[in-house]
């Protein structure tokens, strides 16, 4: 899928979300009655459905613990679609880093939280 300009994506959230909440037997009418409405709309929302049901079969949210170097060594490190790059945050329940989506499917920057390891027990 080509990369999704901030409105886009804010145009195409509400169905994604309204969609992903839907069984299979419900959706394929749904996107049929909305493919009469907005073709283009919903071409790219049944593209962002095929790499939601990719990425879950891929387990991507399941993954669990990941091993990290310490400090700024996390920097230009890849996690799933993101890169991080630079630490904006530390406290006492961990660190926060700020990470780009650095797969091309759009762009957005996120804030990734680390919690430190005595939280994990």
Not at 28 to 40: E, G, H, I, N, V
Not at 73 to 96: C, D, E, S, V
């Amino acid at each position: 899928m080509p990369t999704l300009s901030p409105d886009q994506w804010r145009a195409l959230a509400p169905y994604l979300d309204e969609a992903l909440g839907m069984s299979e037997e419900e959706r394929t009418p749904w996107l049929a009655s909305l493919r009469r409405q907005d073709a283009a709309l919903a071409e790219q929302l049944e593209s962002l459905l095929r790499e939601h049901e990719a990425l879950s079969s891929e387990g991507f949210l399941e993954q669990g613990f990941v091993g990290l170097p310490a400090g700024s060594a996390l920097a230009g490190l890849r996690l799933g679609p993101y890169t991080l790059r630079t630490q904006i945050g530390q406290g006492g329940m961990g660190n926060i880093w700020l990470a780009e989506r650095s797969d091309d499917r759009f762009e957005r920057q996120v804030a990734v939280k680390f919690l430190n390891l005595a939280f994990l027990g």
